[in-house]
């Protein structure tokens, strides 16, 4: 369907930058052949660009509306075979975050967290954090989607004390693999503790303890910690997820943290998206409110 024209209603998305850094940058990480359930979530990069001009750039920020057009923005393209050339990811990526004061990386599965944390922390691993929004620990033994946490600790060298993971439900997770986050001294939030603290003071209490070193921050945001009736698409959503709106602000929260260097978006399946693509444009609208955050810092 084509889109009106409207050159007072400028639209996101379509991102070109020739300047050698940029304030925010996306890189596609289409991830999925690993996955525990089989399905295209390599097909939602694009399908996420497609739907990025469906919005403008506009928010509401502490002065007011801004749009963004003040700041530089690139689109890096594709990583190729992200899943056979996991170290060609990791050096594509850390190409993208060495000139983008935050990177966006749109995944694919949950395996992308991987490179995307690894590429964007570069030479500073050793001080890095990790913050995930997930209804899951993502410590399975193996390599795959339900992998990243334990790969990070246990190949790369990950602080576990600098972990923490917001959202992780009940029903989606076992006791023996809490067991062992809690062991190494990760920070777990759980879906209830968001809902009666907040997200403002859980994203305060993140950065915290993720930057206690005072390196870089990944930040993994999984779409199926939402609630199935907003994220449709993902196979592990449950019901009773996050909202819409809190996932939002999340992204938003972190972006504003000059700590954070890179978030991901993953577990988004489009092929299994409802009739009004919703899952699809939360996670674009997830993007363009990493874009606000960083216009707020």
Not at 13 to 35: C, E, Q
Not at 45 to 69: I, K, T
Not at 262 to 280: C, F, H, K, N, W
């Amino acid at each position: 369907m084509a889109l009106h024209d409207d050159p007072l209603w400028p639209r996101a998305g379509a991102w070109t930058s020739d300047a050698k850094r940029v304030d925010f940058g996306i890189i596609g990480v289409p991830t999925f052949s690993t996955s525990i359930t089989p399905g295209s979530t390599n097909l939602t990069p694009a399908a996420v660009r497609a739907a990025l001009p469906r919005y403008s750039e506009m928010s509401f920020g502490p002065n007011g509306p801004r749009n963004a057009d003040s700041l530089e923005r690139a689109d890096f393209g594709d990583v190729v075979d992200p899943d056979g050339d996991e170290q060609g990811a990791i050096a594509s990526i850390r190409a993208a975050a060495e000139r983008s004061r935050l990177l966006v990386a749109i995944g694919g599965d949950n395996a992308l967290t991987v490179p995307a944390a690894v590429g964007s922390w570069g030479e500073e691993s050793p001080t890095a954090g990790l913050i995930t929004v997930d209804a899951h620990l993502d410590i399975r033994h193996g390599r795959s989607n339900g992998s990243p946490v334990r790969r990070l600790v246990e190949e790369f060298g990950l602080d576990p004390s600098r972990i923490v993971q917001i959202g992780i439900a009940e029903f989606a997770n076992s006791v023996d693999y809490l067991e062992q986050v809690q062991a190494w001294g990760v920070t777990v939030i759980t879906r209830d503790e968001v809902e009666s603290r907040g997200v403002d003071a859980v994203v305060a209490q993140a950065l915290a303890i993720a930057g206690a070193a005072g390196g870089p921050i990944h930040v993994d945001l999984d779409i199926d910690s939402c609630d199935r009736s907003v994220a449709p698409a993902c196979p592990a959503s449950i019901p009773g997820g996050f909202t819409a709106l809190e996932m939002r602000r999340f992204a938003r929260g972190f972006a504003r943290s000059d700590a954070v260097r890179s978030i991901d978006l993953a577990e988004v399946d489009v092929a299994q998206d409802s009739a009004d693509g919703r899952t699809v444009r939360l996670t674009a609208l997830c993007v363009l409110e990493a874009l606000a955050g960083v216009v707020e810092r």
